[in-house]
């Protein structure tokens, strides 16, 4: 980074929260938006809203006092007038705009008391030399703190300009962009500085040739990287596992159900790779409620019953201790010990379920990231189980991975993920996993109900909830989501709580959320298990995983302001047993036309993909289904939903790059991926 003139230690680590570590990066820091300062607006045509540069000889400058201090400086330019109004400002600033002086000044017009005015606008003043305008469109970069606008601008440029010195190689072979994009050189330098005329919609969509080149780039960057990493894998050693002491079978044996077909499927695969010798690297893809966990744990069992140690890790405490408890239900009986290592166990229980996972004593061990936190060392670790993966990282993900590797061998990798992505992006997105996928439910469920329900109706909604009680079943109550904090949404659940348990005396109502110590927690969700609880209030910590078979009815408050999967998931917590099950969305009017159909697609849709198929074409600014459930979240300049059409072409052109010029591949990779290391070692 000190190849850039003035890049000081200070600065360079600020860049770095850019993604910035190399003079190369800073080309691919791109731009939020664009200002046009080409050309000057006439006074007499602004319009309120407008961005704009224009410019004006100054009237009258005066200080008032209207609430609060301020200066007020009209300029005139022949067409109209327009105020600049300024509440800070200087004794200087107020002499430099005496009257007469010309100024040229960029900023947002917006309608005052005195008629259209910009506050605080960037000026200067103009002298008797010609000033000229930008001959481009200006770039708005991202900012980071302690890195200015102008600064990161002026950097960029520089940048741009070895560029123009020594362009960076041409990595993708003629014929592998799909339709007329330019080349790499072409794309950085218009999405830099975008001429005068270019169609700032498109731009502002990221649908511009330009863009399109650098997206797919990019999504080729990643699928390589994950490829390549896939391949490296293969070439590694694991422990093949045959389970000598038959401990899988016993655990299926011992099971109230048999597996389903799809279930059955799927751990045939399972089965195979873990007889191989080299490491298992499979997502185990299935819609909420579809028995990915007994699959897991029949994994697990294979890796008891061969000598190694199998570890499952969970996104949340409430979802790891569930496992727990299942686990040590399912195989304590069959002699098989169970270990929980989670975040906030008291130090004594940690301290010796560390021991017994060091010293090999316990052969199951479920948790939270703790699992694979410094000072867990396990001494076999064969199998590694991440429930829910798309609450982790991919790089969490590829770290625990890392942490299994001991004495030459890798730990098998199972990854399991109720997030049901459309094939096309599953592949590019786990391109490094092989893929199972569990379609069917088990059977004797009937679809949940679902009704979409008025705020002021709130009263029947609790009526249905004594109701169902009465009857001997359980209920939910997901709390209102408030973005502010896990605080305040702590606040708001024991709000309701309260109000409810007041409203409901005959009921017993507990209470769970982010915030409360561990212990408590895991009494509540016991409780509540055991039916000693029947109305159990939550916020959304409950989304995943949680299973309560005798819980049929489930209340969302606030649902218009969640995304479909997550009212998928939490919906996925009823409808688990035989009996019929529903879900109340409780929202507040008015109902924006985006919420309104979304609303409308999970009242009448209960299939995972299918949701997940509209919710791609409904997306709006914000919604779930991308990146943040994939977990390739750091994309900078591609989207995976938006540009999802590039998808095909994007794995057709990696098998032919790995296949014909490999040693592009890991360039490629490396020009996008570089110093993060976010895919571990990739080659
Ligand atoms: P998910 O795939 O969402 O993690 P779970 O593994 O929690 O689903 O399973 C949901 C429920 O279905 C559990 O109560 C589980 O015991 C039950 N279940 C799983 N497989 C079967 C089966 N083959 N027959 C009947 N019930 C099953
Ligand atoms: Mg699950």
Same mark, same amino acid.
């Given at each position: ?198 169609? *700032? ?12 080149? *650098? ?5 080729l960057a990643h699928h390589l990287a994950l490829k390549l990493r896939r391949r490296s894998l293969r070439t590694e050693a694991a422990w093949p596992l045959h389970d000598a002491a038959q401990l899988a079978p016993r655990f299926l044996a011992a099971l109230p159900f048999a597996l ?58 409430? *979802? ?112 490094? *996993? ?77 209470l769970v959320h982010g915030r409360m110590p561990a212990r408590a927690k895991d009494a509540a969700m016991l409780a509540f298990q055991a039916g000693r609880i029947q109305l159990l209030v939550a916020t959304t910590v409950i989304e995943v995983g949680v299973d309560v078979p005798n ?6 408050e606030n649902a218009e302001r969640m995304g479909l999967a997550q009212l998928h998931q939490l919906r996925g917590r009823v409808g688990r047993g035989v009996g019929l099950s529903s879900c109340v969305l409780l929202y507040r009017a008015p109902l924006a036309p985006l919420a309104r ?87």
């Amino acid at each position: 980074m000190t190849a850039l003139r003035g890049v000081g230690a200070a600065l360079a680590e600020r860049l770095a929260r850019l993604g910035v570590y190399r003079v190369a990066d800073l080309l691919f820091v791109l731009p939020l938006r664009y200002e046009d300062r080409t050309r000057l607006s006439a006074l007499g045509s602004l319009a309120s809203g407008q961005r704009t540069a224009v410019e004006g000889e100054v009237q009258l400058t005066e200080v008032t006092y209207r609430g609060r201090r301020q200066l007020l400086c009209r300029i005139a330019d022949g067409s109209g007038m327009l105020t600049l109004r300024f509440f800070y400002f200087s004794q200087s600033q107020q002499t430099n705009l005496a009257r007469g002086t010309r100024l040229r000044c960029f900023g947002e017009v917006r309608r005052g008391p005195l008629g259209l005015e910009m506050v605080h606008p960037e000026y200067r003043r103009l002298g008797t030399l010609p000033a000229p305008l930008e001959e481009t469109l200006t770039p708005i970069y991202p900012l980071t703190e302690g890195v200015p606008q102008g600064r990161l601008r002026a950097l960029i440029a520089e940048a741009l300009r070895e560029l123009e010195r020594d362009p960076p190689e041409e990595l993708m072979p003629e014929g592998l962009v799909p339709g007329a994009l330019p080349s790499l050189s072409e794309a950085l330098r218009y999405l830099h500085h975008p001429p005068r005329d270019a169609q *700032l919609e498109e731009l502002a969509a990221g649908r511009h040739p330009a863009q399109r080149r *650098l997206a797919f780039e990019e999504l080729l960057a990643h699928h390589l990287a994950l490829k390549l990493r896939r391949r490296s894998l293969r070439t590694e050693a694991a422990w093949p596992l045959h389970d000598a002491a038959q401990l899988a079978p016993r655990f299926l044996a011992a099971l109230p159900f048999a597996l389903t077909a799809a279930q059955a499927g799927a751990r045939a695969d399972v089965e195979r790779d873990l007889a191989a010798a080299t490491p298992m690297a499979r997502l185990l893809q299935g819609d909420v409620g579809c028995g990915k966990t007994v699959v897991a744990a029949a994994a697990a069992a294979r890796a008891a019953g061969s000598g190694v140690q199998a570890a499952l890790m969970a996104p949340t405490e409430l *979802l790891a201790e569930q496992h727990w408890r299942n686990f040590r239900a399912w195989f304590q009986p069959l002699g098989e010990p169970v270990a929980l290592l989670s975040g906030s166990q008291p130090a004594r229980t940690r301290d010796s379920a560390r021991r017994a996972i060091a010293t090999g004593e316990v052969r199951l061990a479920i948790g939270t990231q703790a699992l694979f936190q410094e000072g867990i060392e396990f001494a076999r670790l064969g199998l590694v189980i991440v429930d829910e993966q798309h609450r982790f990282g991919v790089q969490q993900r590829l770290r625990l991975q890392e942490k299994g590797q001991r004495g030459g061998r890798a730990p098998h990798q199972l990854i399991m993920t109720a997030t049901p992505i459309p094939r096309t992006l599953a592949m590019t997105a786990y391109a490094d *996993l092989d893929i199972s996928v569990i379609d069917a439910l088990p059977p004797g469920r009937t679809p949940v109900q679902t009704v979409v329900v008025p705020e002021p109706r709130r009263a029947e909604v609790v009526q249905r909830v004594v109701q169902s009680c009465r009857d001997g079943r359980q209920a939910y109550w997901v709390c209102p989501l408030i973005d502010e904090s896990e605080e305040l949404r702590a606040q708001a659940a024991e709000e309701t709580a309260a109000r409810l348990k007041e409203a409901l005396p005959a009921l017993q109502v507990g209470l769970v959320h982010g915030r409360m110590p561990a212990r408590a927690k895991d009494a509540a969700m016991l409780a509540f298990q055991a039916g000693r609880i029947q109305l159990l209030v939550a916020t959304t910590v409950i989304e995943v995983g949680v299973d309560v078979p005798n819980a049929t009815l489930m209340v969302i408050e606030n649902a218009e302001r969640m995304g479909l999967a997550q009212l998928h998931q939490l919906r996925g917590r009823v409808g688990r047993g035989v009996g019929l099950s529903s879900c109340v969305l409780l929202y507040r009017a008015p109902l924006a036309p985006l919420a309104r159909e979304r609303l409308r697609v999970i009242r009448d849709c209960g299939d995972g993909f299918e949701i997940a198929r509209r919710d791609l074409a409904l997306r709006g600014p914000g919604e779930l289904l991308g990146t943040r459930q994939t977990g390739l979240a750091q994309l900078k300049v591609a989207d995976l939903v938006r540009d999802a059409d590039l998808l095909p072409a994007v794995q057709s052109s990696a098998e032919r790059l790995l296949a014909h010029e490999p040693h592009k591949a890991a360039a490629l990779s490396a020009r996008w991926i570089g110093g993060a290391e976010r895919y571990g070692r990739v080659g």
